[in-house]
């Protein structure tokens, strides 16, 4: 097959079907990527171990489960008229709304008949040879893919926890980034949930309204800031979507974390107890993420960090009533936002209510689960049901469950044994035309997902023009480039105070997985700069290759 000839999916000499690209995952990367190739004329295959479209939307049905992102702003923006027909109905989207829109995209642009659900990948080998992939999938068959995309989601494999006991648990367990499809009801019944992260944070009001008796089991206390949640208003929507050029550019550009956002001009130390008080009240009241814009040096400094992480520890203490579980709720092991800030609903005063209980499993550790209760601390904790918020193996735990092989037969397994290494978070030196979608090395779970996806896409797409106009065989990462590239996102990483969180931004969620800062930290703007200078100087760093054909001619003349 010559380079980027589109092969429409037709029939390979080996018998095996043909495509120009394969695209791992029908999340909102995954579909983008392919309304994107066909745009170009080739010919893709998207595969979807899902029952359907959506990506973590269609796993994480847990209750409350909600985006941390504005809808307005955590939404497709290549399509005006998308942009313009779509009404969010609240602040922060539910999971089934932002499921809905992910289904509405699948259909509004003919999607679907390129999209095998319920497939997984098992195999991908990249065959030297013909410079092609060898994909197969857990239905047994192989295709063969010029390119093979993977957009395969940051947070999309979930961590089931190593707990004694817990096989032999007799009511139902659940995980709450793999919920079932259909509505739990705990009315009646003694719950627990195991871990405060996120989707606890989500869950643990709705599942306390329902239970006869909640338990929380807590490790690591964690910040979160109010939502603020309310109904999208049609002026609301009509106000954003006349600013949204303005709003996209800035997110695309200008903001950190792909938020569109007022941005601070100065640090927390430069003003007074009191403005300070004044500006981190303001913040709270408004909820969501942006609390954490109130200065632009809380990232960077310890003395900054502790004014913020102070001001919501004091909020905690008013909130919750009594003074012994209001203290095992005030995060003290890490900076306010070096990890994933959450953001909730009634979290904190949850836990006033007669029918919720908080253990601390940092002091007192769950030794066993037992037919029907929680043991931690030498007491048992009776339950009938558990939840799991136990999260997940974030940013390479989906990769590193496909067998995926490059040069001389080498593993991503191997090589990223001691941590991930790409150019960019796009590609890794010694598998050519493979990329990766918001991989790690890039700004990913640290901004608005669905910018840094956009923007990820958009560049593989020019990429994968830029070759086929140039009758490009291969590119893959130089390896001097790739480890200059993460010594960089390394140096930035330790400029700031995330390090120094365990957070699953370093892995430390998994046992034995390498404890390496993994997004790139220096800003959603300044990273898209870097990857289209790269890409003005021909693909600075990378390895282009024509085929051996053109080559043997080329010589011959």
């Known amino acids: 097959?010559?380079?980027?000839?589109?092969?429409?999916?037709?029939?390979?000499?080996?018998?095996?079907?043909?495509?120009?690209?394969?695209?791992?995952?029908?999340?909102?990367?995954?579909?983008?990527?392919?309304?994107?190739?066909?745009?170009?004329?080739?010919?893709?295959?998207?595969y979807e171990q899902g029952g359907d479209v959506g990506g973590t939307w269609y796993w994480n049905r847990y209750p409350g489960a909600r985006c941390d992102v504005e809808s307005m702003q955590y939404s497709y923006s290549f399509s005006d008229e998308l942009q313009e027909e779509w009404d969010w109905s609240e602040r922060y989207a539910p999971q089934p709304e932002i499921l809905k829109y992910a289904n509405h995209v699948a259909d509004r642009f003919k999607l679907r008949p390129d999209i095998q659900l319920n497939t997984r990948v098992d195999r991908a080998a990249f065959d030297e040879g013909s410079n092609c992939w060898s994909v197969t999938t857990s239905d047994g068959k192989t295709v063969t893919a010029k390119y093979v995309v993977l957009a395969t989601g940051c947070l999309s494999n979930a961590r089931m926890p190593d707990i004694k006991g817990l096989a032999g648990f007799r009511g139902k367990v659940y995980h709450t980034g793999h919920w079932p499809h259909e509505p739990v009801d705990f009315k009646g019944q003694r719950v627990a949930v195991i871990g405060t992260g996120s989707s606890a944070i989500q869950s643990v009001p709705v599942i306390a309204e329902q239970a006869s008796h909640l338990t929380v089991f807590q490790r690591t206390a964690n910040f979160s800031i109010p939502a603020r949640n309310a109904a999208l208003t049609v002026e609301e929507r009509n106000a954003f979507r006349a600013n949204y050029p303005e709003i996209r550019r800035f997110a695309r550009e200008v903001a950190r974390n792909g938020i569109y956002t007022e941005m601070p001009d100065r640090g927390a130390l430069d003003d007074g107890d009191n403005e300070r008080r004044s500006k981190y009240e303001s913040r709270w009241t408004r909820g969501g993420l942006t609390f954490m814009m109130a200065y632009n040096n809380l990232a960077l400094d310890k003395a900054a960090n502790d004014t913020a992480a102070n001001f919501v520890r004091e909020k905690i203490a008013e909130i919750v009533k009594d003074p012994q579980t209001a203290k095992l709720l005030q995060p003290n092991n890490h900076p306010i936002g070096s990890k994933r800030i959450c953001v909730?609903?009634?979290?904190?005063?949850?836990?006033?209510?007669?029918?919720?209980?908080?253990?601390?499993?940092?002091?007192?550790?769950?030794?066993?689960?037992?037919?029907?209760?929680?043991?931690?601390?030498?007491?048992?904790?009776?339950?009938?049901?558990?939840?799991?918020?136990?999260?997940?193996?974030?940013?390479?735990?989906?990769?590193?469950?496909?067998?995926?092989?490059?040069?001389?037969?080498?593993?991503?397994?191997?090589?990223?044994?001691?941590?991930?290494?790409?150019?960019?978070?796009?590609?890794?030196?010694?598998?050519?035309?493979?990329?990766?979608?918001?991989?790690?090395?890039?700004?990913?779970?640290?901004?608005?997902?669905?910018?840094?996806?956009?923007?990820?896409?958009?560049?593989?797409?020019?990429?994968?023009?830029?070759?086929?106009?140039?009758?490009?065989?291969?590119?893959?990462?130089?390896?001097?480039?790739?480890?200059?590239?993460?010594?960089?996102?390394?140096?930035?990483?330790?400029?700031?105070?995330?390090?120094?969180?365990?957070?699953?931004?370093?892995?430390?969620?998994?046992?034995?997985?390498?404890?390496?800062?993994?997004?790139?930290?220096?800003?959603?703007?300044?990273?898209?700069?870097?990857?289209?200078?790269?890409?003005?100087?021909?693909?600075?760093?990378?390895?282009?290759?024509?085929?051996?054909?053109?080559?043997?001619?080329?010589?011959?003349?």
């Open 344 to 557: 909730d609903t009634d979290y904190f005063a949850t836990f006033n209510r007669p029918n919720v209980t908080l253990v601390d499993i940092k002091s007192n550790p769950i030794e066993e689960i037992l037919p029907n209760a929680v043991r931690a601390g030498g007491k048992d904790y009776a339950v009938d049901a558990l939840v799991l918020a136990t999260g997940f193996d974030a940013m390479t735990g989906s990769v590193a469950k496909i067998d995926i092989r490059g040069r001389n037969g080498q593993t991503l397994n191997q090589k990223w044994a001691e941590g991930p290494k790409t150019y960019l978070g796009l590609m890794s030196a010694g598998f050519p035309n493979l990329f990766i979608i918001t991989g790690p090395g890039s700004p990913s779970v640290l901004s608005n997902m669905i910018v840094s996806i956009e923007q990820h896409v958009d560049w593989i797409t020019d990429c994968i023009a830029y070759m086929r106009d140039r009758h490009l065989d291969t590119m893959e990462a130089k390896r001097e480039a790739e480890d200059n590239w993460v010594a960089h996102v390394n140096e930035v990483a330790q400029g700031t105070l995330y390090p120094q969180a365990n957070s699953w931004y370093m892995g430390a969620n998994i046992p034995g997985k390498p404890q390496i800062f993994m997004p790139y930290i220096g800003g959603v703007g300044v990273y898209r700069q870097i990857c289209n200078d790269v890409a003005a100087k021909d693909y600075e760093g990378f390895a282009m290759s024509v085929p051996e054909r053109t080559q043997k001619l080329a010589a011959s003349s």
């Open 1 to 46: 097959m010559s380079a980027l000839q589109s092969v429409s999916g037709k029939s390979h000499a080996a018998g095996a079907e043909t495509y120009d690209v394969v695209v791992v995952g029908a999340g909102f990367a995954g579909m983008y990527m392919l309304h994107k190739l066909r745009g170009l004329g080739l010919s893709a295959r998207v």
